[in-house]
């Protein structure tokens, strides 16, 4: 624009120029006609050839002005002619703008309608129908579910909306997955066992899990690893020790994993008590199937009405819930092992009681007694009058030559 207002400046001053050029040759003609009138044939007028050469000079001078004044107008011309092709491609551009943005808010309302959708999917089923439907321990599990199912919704959406061929899409994604199976192969392993996990149901949050020798209750299964409440450890007891151990989700396919809960929560323990030979056992196996009987059977009912379920389930009895008893025969007496179930969170509990029920028994039956670890120390005067080893100046003599016998069990 500044470029053809210069150049209208310059073509009325050049169109100034060329009409006082004009005139002035004008002028001329009319200066030259009046001097050769008076100029006769034997006198000679200077004034008349200055004037005749002015004249000729501003004739030569006339059409380079005149074709100045067309290049400027045609320069101007063709100046304006490219404004005008900038102002038709910016209308057109803008025009090209204006359509493809109607376009594309066309095409995001339907990514926007499916994420406010999902939105309101995810807080409808997170808030109000999951916690009217699910137990607590399984609220939080199938939440993550929820949360992670609608995350795949979302990439597909969003996926399906920058993407115009989903083929090609694909083709990356998979060999963009081989990639990363290959360099971080624990960590794909991990997500893949995940997929176990909830599928296969094996274990969920709250189970009891024994894996390479470490006790917990579960507390979430993440997507790559599994978090758990540490049980027993250096406290000998079913008590939480306040460890968290984290433990990733490929341990499945490489250690054993001992579930307390699968199927029901009941578990057999035992309490092992040894009496001594001159103990009457008929009575203490009476004595102790009566205790036994006595703290343990509302645990027993309730494992017989879970193993109906476990049997449904399976197909096959695991197991007779009842008291059982055995005996073995060992050094120091006779070993009874009081075989009872309980629930695997009292199972120290149950211990703790038996033991106290049968201390306070054996009080009331002195006949039945407990087997432990004795020594008999005997001692008999040596045998008077027999040789004497002499050694140096100190004899060995009574009342210094004694025997002693050691008897029992250490």
């Known amino acids: 624009m500044l470029d053809a207002t210069n150049l209208?400046?310059?073509l009325k001053t050049y169109q100034s120029n060329l009409e006082f050029e004009r005139q002035k040759l004008a002028s001329f003609d009319g200066e030259v006609a009046f001097l050769e009138r008076q100029t006769g044939l034997f006198t000679v007028n200077p004034q008349l050839a200055i004037q005749r050469s002015q004249k000729k000079a501003l004739v030569e001078r006339t059409p380079f002005l005149a074709a100045q004044v067309e290049t400027i107008k045609r320069r101007l011309a063709a100046v304006r002619l490219h404004q005008e092709m900038i102002a038709l491609e910016s209308a057109s551009l803008t025009a090209q703008f204006e359509t493809a943005k109607e376009a594309y808010f066309r095409r995001l309302r339907w990514?926007?309608?499916?994420?406010?959708?999902?939105i309101a999917l995810y807080i409808l089923l997170s808030h109000l129908i999951l916690p009217m439907m699910c137990r607590r321990d399984n609220l939080m599990l199938?939440?993550?579910?929820?949360?992670?199912?609608?995350f795949l919704v979302a990439v597909g959406v969003l996926a399906g909306f920058l993407f115009q061929d989903l083929a090609m899409v694909g083709t990356t994604v998979g060999v963009a997955s081989a990639a990363l199976v290959i360099s971080l192969q624990d960590v794909c392993t991990s997500m893949f066992a995940w997929f176990v996990i909830m599928l296969g149901g094996k274990f969920r949050i709250g189970d009891r899990l024994e894996i390479d020798g470490t006790r917990g209750d579960v507390l979430d299964i993440e997507l790559f690893r599994t978090t758990m409440l540490e049980v027993n450890g250096w406290l000998g007891t079913?008590?939480?020790?306040?460890?968290?151990?984290?433990?990733?989700?490929?341990?499945i396919f490489k250690t054993k994993v001992f579930n307390f809960t699968h199927g029901h929560p009941f578990i057999w323990n035992k309490v092992d008590v040894t009496i001594t030979y001159s103990t009457p056992v008929a009575t203490a196996l009476t004595l102790f199937g009566r205790v036994l009987e006595e703290e343990t059977r509302d645990q027993f009912a309730a494992a017989q009405k879970a193993a109906a379920a476990m049997q449904k389930r399976y197909g096959v009895e695991d197991a007779v819930y009842k008291p059982k008893i055995h005996s073995q025969i060992s050094e120091d007496g006779v070993t009874l092992s009081l075989f009872y179930v309980?629930?695997?969170?009292?199972?120290?509990?149950?211990?703790?009681?038996?033991?106290?029920?049968l201390?306070?028994?054996?009080?009331?039956?002195?006949a039945i007694q407990l087997a432990y670890k004795t020594m008999h120390v005997i001692r008999e005067d040596a045998v008077q009058g027999g040789p004497a080893?002499?050694?140096?100046?100190?004899?060995?003599?009574?009342?210094?030559?004694q025997k002693v016998r050691i008897e029992g069990n250490i």
């Open 111 to 118: 990514p926007l309608a499916a994420f406010g959708t999902l």
């Open 389 to 401: 080893a002499r050694l140096g100046s100190d004899l060995t003599s009574p009342p210094f030559a």
């Open 359 to 366: 201390v306070a028994e054996l009080e009331t039956h002195p």
């Open 8 to 10: 209208e400046k310059d």
């Open 342 to 357: 309980s629930h695997y969170r009292e199972s120290s509990a149950t211990r703790n009681r038996i033991n106290r029920r």
């Open 238 to 251: 079913d008590q939480p020790t306040g460890r968290v151990i984290t433990i990733p989700n490929n341990h």
């Open 142 to 150: 199938i939440r993550r579910l929820v949360r992670y199912l609608h």
